[in-house]
């Protein structure tokens, strides 16, 4: 069964920089996987940032941006605020319909 | 405005059935993808079902496969999911979300709504 990686916590400073991964058990995360991003604070339901590897969702600031980095999607935050501090969590293509979240990533803003 | 709007959730029995509905406005029902996702309090996001636009195609995730059912009514601007043969793994809050074609992923999501299967 393919399982979807994330890293399980990062720190970033106010102003700092921070990227979030999102890998494959095994094998190569690729454009071929239309990676997309989301945001979620704990009690609310999610909101979309990024779909298609790096195309921001409506509404979303241009601090957030989406690439492949290596062999894994990656989701950049460039001047981290603190209202940033939430869960992130990414989505892979499978293909034929599939598709399987990753475990999510905490980002504490401190 | 865009809204989904989740209900249908409630306490059931392991091995009970129920049915959840998600109301779409403010935009062109027919003409979006449709995905079901749920969460276990405290725990993530999982893919559950998605549904093409006429209907006619579906795919689950293997955990619900052969249990639920995604279908929708394009008339009545309404998203369905009917659950059977629950669990008390299926406890979770249900989401449904839009997803524009070329998306491959959702766009929009409505509040999500409360399914406790009690054993």
């Known amino acids: 069964q393919t399982v979807v990686t994330q890293e399980p916590s990062f720190s970033v400073s106010p102003g700092g920089t921070v990227t979030l991964t999102c890998g494959l058990s095994?094998?190569?995360?690729?454009?071929?996987?239309?990676p997309s991003w989301y945001q979620q604070i704990p009690g609310q339901a999610p909101r979309t940032l990024i779909y298609?590897?790096?195309s921001r969702s409506s509404g979303v600031p241009d601090r957030f941006s989406g690439s492949i980095l290596g062999n894994k999607a990656a989701l950049t935050i460039t001047g981290a605020q603190a209202d940033d501090e939430s869960d992130y969590y990414c989505?892979?293509?499978?293909?034929?319909?599939?598709?399987?979240f990753g475990d999510g990533t905490k980002v504490t803003v401190l | 405005e865009v809204q989904l709007v989740e209900s249908g959730g409630g306490l059931v029995q392991s091995g009970g059935s129920l049915r959840l509905s998600c109301a779409a406005s403010?935009?062109?029902?027919?003409?979006?993808?449709m995905h079901w996702v749920r969460q276990v309090p405290g725990k993530g996001l999982v893919w559950v079902s998605r549904?093409?636009?006429?209907?006619?195609?579906?795919t689950y995730a293997d955990s619900v496969k052969g249990r639920f059912t995604i279908s929708r009514d394009n008339a009545k601007n309404t998203l369905y999911l009917q659950m059977n043969s629950l669990r008390a793994d299926d406890t979770a809050v249900y989401y449904c979300?839009?997803?524009?074609?070329?998306?491959?992923?959702?766009?929009?999501w409505g509040q999500g709504t409360t399914v406790t299967v009690s054993s």
């Open positions: 989505v892979l293509y499978m293909g034929s319909g599939v598709y399987v």
């Open positions: 298609r590897t790096n």
């Open positions: 403010g935009f062109i029902f027919s003409s979006y993808l």
């Open positions: 979300a839009r997803a524009p074609n070329d998306y491959f992923g959702m766009d929009v």
């Open positions: 095994s094998g190569s995360v690729s454009t071929s996987y239309y």
């Open positions: 549904i093409n636009t006429d209907g006619s195609g579906t």
